[in-house]
């Protein structure tokens, strides 16, 4: 799975939201990119896979099974996860 933290633009308090590759990315869902803050990218799993196999830009530590991404890196990743998901993996 995949867990984006983010606060909103007006301060109002941490929120998180899960992502799960096959699904419609956060992007383009029900989070509006210029009103959040993203804080962090949580990854495991099929998730942390396909960030492995779509931003080989990212750095990464191999052997590992989860992963956080904070600050520029994770906004990073929640701005393009549409950008790089094959429509094939869409629902």
């Known amino acids: ?8 633009s007006d301060g109002n308090g941490m929120r998180e939201r899960e992502w799960h590759v096959g699904e419609t990315p ?8 210029a009103s ?5 990218v949580y990854a495991d799993g099929h998730e942390l896979e396909y960030i492995h196999a779509y931003f080989d830009n990212l750095p990464r530590v ?5 992963n956080v991404w904070r600050g520029e890196m ?13 429509p094939s993996l869409i629902k």
Request: hydrophobic share 40%; net charge negative; no cysteine.
């Open 36 to 40: 959040i803050q993203v804080q962090s």
């Open 1 to 8: 799975m995949l867990y984006i933290h983010y606060t909103l």
């Open 74 to 86: 994770a906004r990073f990743i929640f701005d393009n996860l549409d950008k790089r998901l094959p």
């Open 26 to 33: 956060p992007a383009n869902g029900d989070l509006d990119e």
């Open 62 to 66: 191999t052997h590992v099974r989860s």
